[in-house]
């Protein structure tokens, strides 16, 4: 079991950057795949990047590529994203999802593929 708490979230004028922290509880953070989705109004839950738990593999959703970085620091039970250049289509509310039992190559990108979910953090950027 892990818990999953996001962070950094707000209101940010188109361009601007923000950067969106995810701490997890529990002493195996460092065998989980780790993800970013976002989900705004009326709209599926959809990946933005994702991590394997060795930190060495990523994968972005073409929409954010050259903007978005995950990263994670796994001596600190926490995952990163690095959010630049955004726009009024990057309002959602952004979620942090765990998934465990993964091979050190895995980088779920699908929602179904992860096991624990945070609370959210919302993301607004005005035009």
């Known amino acids: 079991q892990v818990q999953l708490v996001e962070s950094g979230g707000g209101l940010v004028q188109t361009g601007g950057s923000l950067r969106l922290s995810c701490a997890a509880s529990?002493?195996?953070?460092?065998?989980?795949?780790m993800g970013w989705f976002r989900q705004a109004p009326g709209q599926a839950r959809e990946i933005r990047a994702a991590i394997n738990w060795r930190g060495d593999i990523t994968y972005y959703a073409d929409s954010v590529k050259r903007r978005f970085t995950i990263s994670r620091d796994n001596a600190k039970n926490t995952v990163y994203l690095q959010m630049n250049s955004l726009t009024p289509e990057d309002t959602a509310v952004y979620y942090c999802?765990?998934?465990?039992?993964?091979?050190?190559?895995?980088?779920?990108?699908?929602?179904?593929?992860?096991?624990?979910w945070g609370q959210g953090t919302q993301v607004t950027v005005s035009s």
């Open positions: 999802a765990a998934k465990s039992g993964v091979s050190a190559l895995a980088v779920p990108t699908t929602r179904g593929g992860y096991d624990y």
């Open positions: 529990g002493r195996t953070f460092s065998s989980y795949a």
